[in-house]
């Protein structure tokens, strides 16, 4: 079973002659424990693509598997439930890493366990056990504001890792950081694609990190226009 | 976890400093309030403090507080004989102004016969008036002390006693000395008007050839006798015999000529109703606004806090929030801000109510109504923030 499927995946905004294709037949699957790259220019429908996945942004046309579970199929399922979906299944990372500024290392880490229905304690242990695991265990009662930006990055991974999602979507993860902490995020995705069998997808235009990653989808102009397999291979899309 | 709190704890300053500015206009509101009660209060002081039934004034009058009356002393024999009176006092009242180390100093003298009643509430320090002539018990508010003498009239007055809180329906302290002194301060002129006047009325009859010289002493005397008297009083009180009926006594009053009988409650109208009324609308509508003000900058201050927060809302909403999490997070510091704002004003009024120049009542049912309308105002003020908030996309999380 993969854990995201997409198929013939539309989204186009405004309507009549105002109508503008964000993205456009995207088709694609990948497996738990595979760490994928959107790569494209700016404009190109990168972020569109991740937020159709990530249930943020609805798709006009077009297939959404999510971990087996079928979320959208031309428009939301009727009866989904997209932010239970969101919490149980998908993790997000963002470009400036979105922690809460007003809330501890521990409690960034912890608000989305409890939002998911953990005890307060279930909670503590498993955030501390988490920023622990990434090095973090001297930082926990840190404000944001005191962290670096690779320890603010390695929050929010905890963060997003806290439920064991299936599905990780991080947006530009790397392009607040510089080289050696954007290689050590992607060191330390890879691991966590592995350890936790989670699919990670990474929306990005940082050539620095593509060695890093399984496969690299190639987006231009709303389209997927490639696809290259670093363990070799490399495909041509024709789509649309 | 408590966003609320959190959030507060991170940015406490920022919120400690709203919260004490919101508290200080909270304040201003409780004050109007006490001020408003305290009108009420001292307007009745001295109706309150008399216990009396009866009020005779001068006829088609509403004195002595809200019109001037002037009523002859000796009437008081005639109501005390009135079947269902069981005493009458005469009483006189005047606004006093002199300069004391040189600051005006202002009070209302209350004259009261010795042996009647109207006199001071209560002596809480020194002792009552005791002598005819020359003895002042002073109300607590004019800081005066026992023994401290003060001219008034052609004469020097020794306070000999303190009584509480007694004022005029300006809020003026009152001052209590004895009918004869009060008369003497009010209506006995010095004695150089008082040779002219003898003066004059001397050359006017002197004038009437008609009459004997035995006859031109005779009316001179009568003459002066009567414009130099100071028998007047600005009102009788009486107090009715167990079981007397008040409207039978006040029909029997309104019969005679030159008088009016006004109860207590006509008394306690007048002075509302007419005396205060627009002061107390005035203060209820000064409540009013800053209510509105007060629930303005609520508002205000909870949509800039949420706009502040757009992202970190964007974020939670991204991660599966539920929307109570969020609304809760809005609402809980709205309601907290009002709650300790409420407090602060309500501690700055506790500290400072006695030191206002005029009386301020805190009644505890006007300060249970105010937090009511304070929880329900940061309720609805929490609506804008909370409905910008629902508002958000979860999209908007992403992005730098």
Redesign the interface.
């Known amino acids: 079973m993969y854990a995201i499927e997409i198929e013939k995946l539309t989204k186009v905004y405004g309507k009549g002659e105002t109508a503008v294709t964000a993205i456009a037949d995207a088709t694609f699957q990948i497996k738990p424990g595979e760490l994928v790259a959107i790569l494209g220019p700016s404009g190109s429908g990168k972020t569109t693509l991740l937020t159709a996945i990530g249930l943020i942004n609805e798709p006009t046309h077009g297939k959404v598997v999510i971990d087996g579970a079928t979320v959208a199929d031309g428009g939301w399922l009727p009866g989904i439930d997209l932010k239970r979906l969101r919490r149980e299944k998908l993790g997000f990372i963002f470009q400036a890493h979105n922690l809460i500024p007003f809330l501890t290392a521990l409690e960034n880490v912890m608000i989305a366990l409890e939002i998911n229905h953990l005890s307060r304690s279930e909670a503590k242990s498993r955030a501390t056990e988490l920023l622990g695991a990434l090095n973090l265990g001297h930082r926990l009662n840190n404000f944001p504001s005191a962290l670096s930006g690779g320890e603010a990055q390695r929050v929010a991974i905890a963060r997003a890792l806290a439920n064991k999602p299936k599905v990780i979507l991080a947006d530009e993860p790397t392009a607040a950081l510089d080289t050696e902490n954007g290689k050590n995020v992607m060191i330390l995705l890879k691991k966590l694609a592995l350890e936790n069998h989670s699919a990670i997808l990474v929306v990005t235009h940082d050539h620095r990190m593509v060695e890093g990653f399984d496969r690299i989808f190639h987006v231009d102009d709303g389209r997927i226009t490639g696809e290259k397999n670093n363990s070799g291979g490399s495909v041509n899309h024709e789509l649309g | 976890?408590n966003?609320a709190i959190?959030?507060i704890?991170?940015?406490r300053g920022r919120f400690i400093l709203t919260s004490i500015g919101l508290g200080l206009l909270l304040g201003v509101v409780m004050s109007m309030g006490g001020i408003y009660r305290g009108l009420f209060a001292d307007a009745l002081a001295v109706i309150d403090s008399t216990r009396a039934d009866i009020w005779v004034v001068q006829q088609n009058t509403n004195g002595p507080f809200a019109e001037s009356s002037r009523i002859p002393e000796d009437i008081k024999y005639r109501i005390k004989a009135v079947p269902g009176v069981a005493e009458a006092s005469p009483l006189s009242f005047q606004t006093i102004q002199i300069d004391r180390s040189g600051k005006p100093f202002r009070f209302f003298l209350i004259g009261y016969d010795l042996n009647g009643f109207g006199g001071p509430p209560e002596i809480v320090a020194g002792r009552g008036v005791r002598q005819k002539h020359y003895e002042m018990v002073a109300a607590k508010a004019m800081k005066m002390a026992i023994g401290e003498k003060i001219r008034l009239g052609l004469h020097d007055y020794t306070v000999v006693g303190i009584t509480g809180k007694v004022v005029s329906s300006g809020g003026d302290p009152a001052a209590y000395v004895t009918l004869a002194d009060a008369q003497d301060i009010q209506f006995k002129k010095d004695n150089s008007a008082i040779r002219n006047d003898r003066e004059r009325i001397g050359e006017n009859l002197g004038a009437i050839q008609a009459l004997a010289p035995a006859q031109t002493k005779y009316l001179k005397q009568n003459i002066a006798g009567i414009t130099e008297s100071t028998h007047t009083v600005n009102t009788v009180v009486a107090r009715l015999a167990p079981g007397a009926n008040l409207q039978e006594v006040q029909e029997r009053i309104s019969r005679w000529n030159h008088f009016r009988p006004i109860s207590v409650e006509e008394q306690t109208k007048i002075l509302t109703k007419g005396m205060i009324e627009k002061a107390r609308m005035q203060l209820g509508l000064f409540r009013a606004i800053l209510l509105v003000i007060s629930a303005v900058i609520i508002a205000l201050i909870i949509y800039t806090s949420t706009l502040d927060k757009i992202?970190?809302i964007a974020?939670?909403?991204?991660?599966?929030?539920?929307n109570r999490?969020i609304v809760g997070m809005i609402l809980q510091q709205s309601l907290l801000m009002g709650v300790i704002a409420y407090g602060i004003g309500y501690l700055l009024i506790l500290m400072t109510y006695e030191k206002f120049p005029r009386r301020i009542v805190l009644d505890a049912f006007d300060l249970q109504a105010l937090f009511v309308i304070v929880v329900a105002i940061c309720i609805i003020s929490s609506f804008v923030g909370i409905r910008k908030a629902l508002k958000v996309?979860?999209?908007e999380?992403?992005?730098?």
């Open positions: 976890m966003l959190r959030d704890r991170y940015h992202k970190v974020t939670l909403k991204l991660i599966g929030s539920q999490v996309e979860p999209a999380a992403l992005g730098g």
